[in-house]
């Protein structure tokens, strides 16, 4: 085993290291989809998506170039791994990767102009000096209720965090 030194990019991923923890971004990565998806002038947008937008399968014309929205799709679902606040918008666009349509081009246009514009923002959380990370998905069954649906969050949840819990106590015995 051979020590590299300092972890500061991997898989795309920069990593700068702070005295209370870890910045992770993908500010380079970002860049560079920038470049590759023709977005070279200085407009940006504030919101990832228009306020109560709402895309269908049937809304404007079919695209031509179904591969390059396919390949700026999943290109901005990698992007997601330090970007949680786009999370959302992109799994309301990666809907339509088997026809997508000048509507949800048009989206995905609008996400790359707001991660334009904030370029430089990532995250880290930290779980008392634990670096902690996150994931987002669909329940697996559908709730009859909110109040349901709200109790099985809740219960996912809870099995998660006492799972993790459980692992940083592992980790930190002897």
């Known amino acids: 085993m051979k020590d590299l030194g300092t972890l ?32 070279t002038d200085n407009k940006t947008v504030s919101t990832p998506l228009e306020y109560n937008a709402k ?22 679902i990698y992007l ?18 088997d026809t ?3 509507v949800h081009y048009a ?15 990532g995250f880290y959380f930290l779980l008392g000096t634990s670096l902690v990370s996150w994931r987002s ?3 697996d069954v559908v709730s009859r209720s909110s109040t349901e649906a709200k109790y099985r969050a809740l219960a996912d949840t809870t099995c ?8 940083l106590a592992d980790m930190d015995a002897p």
């Open 55 to 76: 895309l269908t399968p049937l809304d404007g014309e079919p695209i031509s170039d179904a591969t390059r929205y396919r390949q700026l799709d999943g290109s901005l």
């Open 160 to 167: 998660e965090l006492v799972w993790l819990c459980w692992l």
């Open 107 to 121: 989206a995905v246009l609008r996400i790359l102009r707001y991660v334009k514009g904030t370029l430089y923002h």
């Open 8 to 39: 500061s990019y991997f898989l795309r991923l920069e990593v700068t290291s702070s005295f209370d923890g870890y910045y992770l971004s993908q500010a380079k990565y970002a860049s560079d989809l920038l470049s590759k998806a023709g977005i």
């Open 80 to 97: 997601t791994v330090t970007r949680p606040d786009i999370s959302h918008v992109m799994g309301m666009v990666s809907k339509f990767m």
């Open 137 to 139: 998905k669909k329940q």
């Open 100 to 102: 997508p349509r000048s």
